[in-house]
Each structure stands twice: as C-alpha cells, then as structure tokens.
C-alpha cells in the first residue's frame, strides 16, 4: 500500500517538473525505481533548462568538461598544424611578412614603411621580418605607442620594449587619445595600446612596393 501511495506521489510531484533529484530528496526512493514509474513522464526542453540554470555546480562541471575537451582538441590540432608547418626558412619568413604587409602595412608613404596592430606577437613577428627578412637594423626603428589618457605611459612603453625586446631609446613620444579605455563600449584588441613601427628607408620602400606588385600578379 505504501508502495502505491509513494508512486502516485512520485507522479504528483514530476507533473509538477521536479527532477528524479529532486523527487528522490523528497520521497527517499532510488532513481532506478522511479525511472521505471516515470519513464513515460519525460520533461519538457524548457524545464530541464530551467532546473539547469537551478543548479550552478552541475553547470560549473559542464563547463569545466566542455572546457577540458575544447583544450585537449585545440591540443591536438595545434600538434597537427604545427607538424604540417614546421620551422619557416628565410624565404617563407620574408613572403609570410610581405603578405602581412600586404593587409596591415602603410602603403601610402614613398619614404617610409610602417605597421600598426595591438596584437604584441604581431608586432613581435614584424620585427623579426624587418630584421632578418629585409636587413633593417634596430636603430632605423622607430616606435610610437598609441594610449588612452587612463594607461600608464611608463608602463606600457616597458611593456612594449620588453615584449618586442627593444630598448626603449627608440621609442618617440606616445600619441595619448583624450578618451579613456574605461569608457569605451567595445573593447578590441589586447589592451595594450596600439604599437606602430616606422622605417624611413627609400630602397626598403620600393623593394616591399615592387615584391607586392609581383604578388599581386601571381593572384
């Protein structure tokens, strides 16, 4: 008799959306019994999302598993890629780079090249393109950051010369905006600043112009 009353309120209580959790709290009755009671009973996709949101732990597990597996592919995709690339020779750094020019570089200036981005590891890229891949030496650089009135200028120029391992003599004067990073809506980039790398250099001009032109061709 017992067993009859504890199935129909078992039946009661799911009608009213409770999970097997929340039932077996309820009514002290193991889930595989209540699977047998209520299998014809499933809940709706609202619901379950409802008792989802209900439970942050369980959330935070999922996330956490979901996370784990992203990283473990991420994992093995990158060992993929990174076989299928390998180490890049001289001529695949300086075609990489000229491409990248080709997107970001200033292409406006019959005397200079410069490039601008607010990825660090772009502009750690750019620099070894300059130096290895068109023999610009370090003291032809010149590098001005880009910042809002709210970030440290001493900060960011240490951050920038040691993550571009430069010295910071060839740094000009920073560009500062008069609006604050705080109150921006949208916040893009690295939240670094804007770094910009300029060479004045006529022949190193014209040979990026003239291997862009050849480029352009071969499209």
């Known amino acids: 008799m017992a067993r009859i009353k504890d199935k129909s309120k078992a039946i009661e209580l799911r009608k009213k959306g409770m999970s097997y959790s ?45 996370r784990a597996k992203r990283e473990n592919r991420w994992d093995e995709v990158y060992k993929k890629v990174s076989k299928n690339i390998g180490r890049l020779n001289s001529r695949e750094l300086y075609i990489a780079g000229l491409f990248l020019y080709w997107g970001e570089g200033g292409k406006t200036e019959r ?30 650089m010149h590098i001005k950051i880009h910042l809002y009135k709210d970030m440290d200028i001493d900060e960011y120029e240490k951050f920038w010369a040691r993550k571009l391992k430069v010295p910071r003599k060839i740094f000009e004067k920073p560009y500062v905006k008069d609006s604050k990073l705080a109150n921006l809506s949208y916040k893009n980039g690295f939240g670094k600043g804007t770094c910009n790398i300029r060479v004045y250099n006529r022949d190193k001009v014209e040979y990026i112009m003239q291997g862009l032109k050849y480029i352009r061709k071969l499209a």
């Open 22 to 66: 929340q039932i077996k709290a309820e009514l002290s009755i193991n889930k595989s019994t209540l699977s047998s009671w209520l299998n014809k009973m499933p809940l709706s996709e609202d619901r379950i999302r409802q008792l989802g949101s209900l439970n942050p732990m369980r959330i935070e597990r999922y996330r956490n598993t979901m």
């Open 111 to 140: 005397f200079s090249l410069s490039f601008s981005n607010t990825d660090p590891d772009m502009m750690v890229f750019m620099i070894k393109w300059m130096k290895q891949g068109l023999r610009i030496n370090e003291k032809d």
